[in-house]
């Protein structure tokens, strides 16, 4: 075993290496532009055939599943993305404009803290909250780079469209991929910083919480940081009428991962007969979406020729959303290796911002 693999046993991380490395030797540019190893990372790895494939099998895997459920990443297409900046202006959704308000704050005392670096965004969307931690990183690097990373193609030419405009000396790298297929680009970007905001962390189980921080924690090194926003707990009303909307529009939401799989999979479910439903589960501090179907319904995957019978009154959940205390998030993300340096709240603690360090961590020496 070589040195590299002594300090970092990370098989995905080393493939990847490999791989970007052999890029650099064709005659597009020099080995160490970003922008480059983006494009050849995308080109080789990262195929619209595939996604659609994978679509398919998720979808028909979900609903084999019982309960059945729907991997949530596949909300955000092209009208989930729009639909989902729609919630984020909703009067009942706090989330957005509370984490806005703390960020034009903290902004400036982030890039102080951390200094110039590489920001890698996961689940970035339109990059609309971010150009206000990008301004403050302006202000202390001449072109910092940026790294979008969205399952959502046209949410990431939206957002470099808008970064173009307001912060024009950003260079600004869309990557359309999932966070697993962006995780090895951590080792291509120098000093980073990886910015995981709108409590998109509560999306994930306990379990997925645990394989995602491991995972971050690998292929960060350290001295390299992490802004993590997250939703805290608070009073069931409010929580309750934030996924369900006076509007409808969360409904849309929800529904609209019903009319993508009959776009894209040629399925024909009715999609009046959708019902969004969002309960607080108080016992797990998380609300846990799902759809409710009125009649029965069959599902066809025209891909994999798949059939699903959905009976009356079944259900399928697509979503959960976490919420934490300050208290039990730090001390389990210390055991993977970071360190909270800064908390940040709002004065009603609706939600939080914890900016993280990577700190010397479990050694997996062989
Ligand atoms: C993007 C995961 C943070 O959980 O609040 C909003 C998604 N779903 N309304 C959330 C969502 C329905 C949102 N996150």
Redo the contacts with the bound molecule.
Sequence with gaps: MGATLAINNNKDRIQVNLKLSSLTTEEVGPANDLATILQGYTSSTLSAGDAHLAFATDVDRGLHCRPRRLD?KY?YDQRGSEL?EA?CDLPE?Y?TRTETQILTKVAEEIAAETGPLTLVEL?AGTSRKTQLLLDAYCAIESQPDYIAVDVSRSALDKGRRMIGETLPTVRFHPLCASYQQAMPIFSETGKTIVVFL???I??FSEQEFNVFFHQVADNLTMGDYVLLGV?LHKNVETLEA??NDSAGV?QC??RNLFSRINRELGASIDLNQVEHL?CYNEAAHQ?E?CVRFLESQEIFIEPLNARHRIEAGERINT?I?RKFTLDGLASRLAAFGFKTRKVFSDPDNLFALLLLKRQETHLHLE
């Design positions: 949530c909300l989902f919630i959704y989330l689940g709108g409590s998109t509560g999306n939703d934030a996924y969360t939401f929800t969002a609300i979406i979503e959303s």
